[in-house]
Each structure stands twice: as structure tokens, then as C-alpha cells.
């Protein structure tokens, strides 16, 4: 829940008739399914498989997650969604904010606030030109997180560092 999937939920509730929320992921003990009861278009998905990832970020326009979790570092998924040209919706919680670049690779909302995660939607569904400037920005940003480049640059400074 800590993940804001209810702020999600029910921001999704609030907008345009052709906008829907999939959710993916393991089941954690406080997570309470019932946030889905009668609604149409949030749908639990389950869990994908590493490999399915990239695919299922490829048929979604945005990720959103409104996460407010205690101990959230670099969300794994915020960095593969945006490797894949994906803006991110999230919050300006922990270490977000040092992976999705507010209104350049995503937009970043106050934690526990539904309003505010509708208002994010609304802004990228409803301006064509911002979103295309996101999801340029997100495949940039993604490319800096990318772990080949960091490899890279790991393996030079240990060189470096053996030689002397």
C-alpha cells in the first residue's frame, strides 16, 4: 500500500473513460486487494516475469507510482520504465527525485495525495507536446542509469586504482 497503490486507484477512478491502471507485482502482506472492488479500469495483473517487463512498460503510455514506502531507494521499475522512453508519475519521496527529473523525464507529486496524482495524469494526457518532451527525457535519463556505462567506468577506476 506504501507504494500509494490506493492514491493511484483512486486518482485512476477520476479520469477519462479511456484511461485505465494495470498494476503488477508480488502480493506483500499489507496489501489490500480490495481497493479493485468495483473498479472497472484498475485491474491487478499479477506478477511478470523479469523478461516480460520491457514489454509490458512498451504497452503503457506512463508509469505511475506514488510511492511513499519508508525505505524506497532507486525503484528498480522507475529506472526501467524510463530506459524504455516511459515518463514516470511519482513522488517527491526519498531517492525519486535523483532518478525521474521533475518535468523533464516525469513529474513528481506530494506523497499520499490522490488529487495531485490525477492532476499529473490529467497534465500528460492532456498535453500532447509535454508528453512527448517526457518520454524524450525519460529514454535520456534512462540511458544515465544504464548498468553497461557504470560497468565501464568501474572497471577504469579499478584499473586505475590497481596500477597505482
Known sequence: MEKGLREAV????????????????????????????????????????QGDVPDAL????VLVLPTYWDVEGY?????EALQCGRPVISTSWGSVPEVVEDGKSGLLVEPRSTAAVREAIER????????????AGARWRGEFFRS?????????????????
Open 124 to 135: 500528460v494526457i492532456g498535453d500532447p507536446e509535454l508528453y512527448r518532451a517526457l518520454c
Open 148 to 164: 553497461e556505462k557504470w560497468y565501464d567506468e568501474l572497471s577504469a577506476e579499478l584499473m586505475r586504482f590497481a596500477r597505482r
Open 75 to 79: 525503484p528498480g521499475i522507475a529506472l
Open 10 to 49: 483512486d486518482a485512476c477512478r477520476e479520469l477519462p473513460s479511456d484511461c485505465c491502471l494495470n498494476v503488477y507485482g508480488p502480493i506483500m502482506p499489507n496489501t489490500d486487494l480490495g481497493v479493485f472492488d468495483g473498479q472497472e479500469r484498475s485491474v491487478y495483473r499479477g506478477v511478470l516475469a
Open 58 to 61: 512498451e504497452r503503457h503510455d
